[in-house]
């Protein structure tokens, strides 16, 4: 398990926030601290992801594809088929089970594409917990069926009409309220970044991915596997497939972030590899950050929301440095060739973020033998992106569709305007 030097991954992480914060961080670290090794804690996690969340989630062989391409053996963690399509579950279950030990009553969110927001708002509601989620009014207008979800489980959706309007905003105002309400109030980190102890505690729920792996591969190969590779947008769901592997040298661990269009500036969203991105504070912790010389942070861009984010993870920017992660980057038309190959030849739809992982693994399972074995996380399902995907593949009989239902959905936010 990762263990941080007070905070710290090497030169990475730490807790940079105003000062009014410092309790609600310390609150949660001890307590997390004084939870992580109790197996009775652990228990409680798993049988919360088992009873409401489908776990473990399988782990597929891809026979026909592996086939086909003449390489490893391709496998699939089925992280696509926990409750609401992904990954970011496990994570806010898991901080829901630390909210009830801290007697806090409600937790707040922020939310770009709405993905992290839904989640919240899901375990805000088995859990019963009051849930507050911002969104950038932009944000709001574009991803209006999981706005129309949160709503209907019970969660205040408050739209950010400042700035640019999309999820820098909704941080922003995130924060405000935690410095106002932190007595009775819980900040629900969506990935592996942010002040300690986020990194590490997210990590350590989204671990549960590469402790059944782990377990996974012994039943069904009969070994542990040569390489396991993930998406990286914040890198909550890449630690939580790399975790349990760390101290197995001969499992090699590789991270796969948007290549997008090109390498040229605000056309990416890669920080792990060299000359891209340099170190930085941010957002309250230290990592790799994509910025100018002055430390303004710079534009990114990826097919994927998910893996549009200008910081990473400070863990996977110390285990790239060390070099036991492999950085690895797909760029867009990569991702929609391997999207649509997985589609046809297995008959699993994946999330754009999880195209990712799937491009750069496809790629180096060519150039590996068929007695190797290769894991590939995915980490959400794609009907869920439907518009997303159909844009992303534009073809002439769509564009009616597109329209027809684009207008459905101006009619649902419209009705619905006075909800909140
Ligand atoms: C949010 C998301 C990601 C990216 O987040 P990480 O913290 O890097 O895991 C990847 N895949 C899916 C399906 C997502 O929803």
């Known amino acids: 398990m990762i263990r941080s030097d007070n905070g710290y991954f090497g ?132 991803q209006y069926s999981n706005v129309f979800w949160m709503r209907q489980l019970g ?24 410095a106002g309400s932190v007595e009775n109030t819980h900040y629900v980190l969506g990935t592996a970044c942010g002040p300690a102890p986020f990194p590490e505690l997210v990590s350590y729920f989204q671990g549960v991915i590469s402790q059944e792996i782990k377990q996974q591969a012994m039943a069904q190969i009969g070994r542990l596997p040569d390489e396991i590779v993930a998406c990286v947008g914040g890198g909550s769901n890449a630690m939580g497939a790399f975790g349990a592997f760390l101290e197995d040298d001969k499992v090699g661990l590789v991270g796969v972030e948007a290549g997008g269009l ?14 891209t991105a340099t170190p930085g504070i941010a957002q309250g912790y230290k990592t ?65 973020e999880s195209s990712h992982a799937l491009a750069g693994g496809f790629k180096r399972a060519k150039t590996m033998r068929p007695d190797q074995h290769i894991v590939i996380n995915l980490s959400g399902r794609g009907d869920k992106d439907i518009f997303n995907i159909a844009r992303a593949f534009p073809q002439p009989e769509w564009s009616d569709f597109l329209q027809r239902e684009s207008e459905r959905a101006k009619e649902l936010f419209e009705a619905t305007q006075g909800e909140k």
Do not use: C
């Open 262 to 275: 090109s390498f040229k500036e605000g056309e990416h969203s890669v920080r792990l590899l060299p000359d």
């Open 155 to 178: 969660s205040k959706v408050v739209g950010v009409e400042t700035g640019a309007r999309t999820l820098k905003e909704a941080l922003d105002e995130a924060l405000r309220d935690w």
């Open 288 to 352: 790799l950050f994509l910025q100018n010389e002055d430390g303004q942070l710079g534009d990114t861009h990826s097919i994927a929301a998910g893996l549009d984010y200008v910081g990473v993870s400070p863990i996977l920017a110390h285990l790239t440095q060390t070099g036991r992660v492999t950085p690895e980057s797909a760029q867009d038309h990569e991702v929609t060739d391997a999207f649509k190959l997985l589609m046809k030849t297995e008959g699993i739809i994946p999330a754009l």
């Open 11 to 142: 030169e990475f992480g730490g807790r940079y926030v105003p000062e009014i914060l410092l309790p609600a961080l310390t609150e949660l670290e001890d307590m997390f601290f004084a939870l992580r090794d109790d197996p009775t804690f652990w228990q409680e996690y798993l049988t919360l992801t088992q009873e409401f969340s489908g776990r473990p989630t399988p782990l597929t062989p891809l026979r026909r594809l592996s086939k086909e391409l003449g390489g490893a053996q391709i496998w699939l963690k089925r992280e696509d088929l926990n409750h609401s399509g992904a990954h970011k579950v496990n994570n806010v279950l898991g901080q829901g089970l630390l909210v009830q030990r801290m007697g806090k009553k409600r937790v707040i969110a922020e939310t770009g594409a709405g993905q992290h927001g839904l989640a919240t708002a899901i375990m805000a509601a088995r859990l019963g917990l009051d849930a507050t989620i911002y969104m950038g009014a932009d944000d709001i207008e574009r």
